[in-house]
T-cell receptor, first 107, second 114 residues
């Protein structure tokens, strides 16, 4: 079993839909990251969380430390949101990555 | 946030040759990392680049295959030596200021080995 698991692996949505990507982890962490990877390969850091909730534009990230679970929400999705979304956790000095969720938003 | 550039952005190489990837950061950072992302896989840490000393390699990665330099706090190189098709991956440079600070990633180098 992976230390960081994401669901779903693949997600297709219509433009405008509300999207949720989930991340569960099994280790003690100091922080959780949500990353976005576009087809070219480059990775952008979206959020770093250690508790509660953060919002940036149409993106919202939440974390429940007791349940070891985090969610990334995208409101009013757009085709430009199409990318791979990766959950990663800091456990000690190490960053452990989930397998990623491939999101495709159709116009 | 740190801005990271990598060169080259992509390359196609022949089996048995070597490629050096450069990573430049726009500010001094304490921690620099090199990751590999094989097709369809998540990121795997190759090594932590240490300024002025030998890199710290993860299990399964060795210095002879992936020599790393870090001459200062803003620059590092990763060489992929004696390449084979199995080395075809995206190689990413990443930086972090401390144990729990935000981590930033470069644009990646997409390597194809024929």
């Amino acid at each position: 079993k992976n230390e960081v698991e994401q669901s779903p692996q693949n997600l297709t949505a219509q433009e405008g839909e509300f999207i949720t990507i989930n991340c569960s982890y099994s280790v003690g962490i100091s922080a959780l990251h949500w990353l976005q990877q576009h087809p070219g390969g480059g990775i952008v850091s979206l959020f770093m969380l250690s508790s509660g909730k953060k919002k940036h534009g149409r993106l919202i990230a939440t974390i429940n430390i007791q349940e070891k679970h985090s969610s990334l929400h995208i409101t009013a999705s757009h085709p430009r949101d199409s990318a791979v979304y990766i959950c990663a956790v800091n456990s000690g000095s190490r960053l452990t990555f989930g397998e990623g969720t491939q999101l495709t938003v159709n116009p | 946030s740190a801005v990271i550039s990598q060169k080259p952005s992509r390359d196609i190489c022949q089996r048995g040759t070597s490629l050096t990837i450069q990573c430049q950061v726009d500010s001094q950072v304490t921690m620099m990392f090199w990751y590999r992302q094989q097709p369809g896989q998540s990121l795997t840490l190759i090594a932590t680049a240490n300024q002025g000393s030998e890199a710290t390699y993860e299990s399964g990665f060795v210095i002879d295959k992936f020599p790393i330099s870090r001459p200062n706090l803003t620059f590092s190189t990763l060489t992929v030596s004696n390449m084979s098709p199995e080395d075809s991956s995206i190689y990413l440079c990443s930086v972090r200021e401390g144990l729990i600070f935000e981590q930033f990633f470069g644009p990646g180098t997409r390597l194809t080995v024929l």
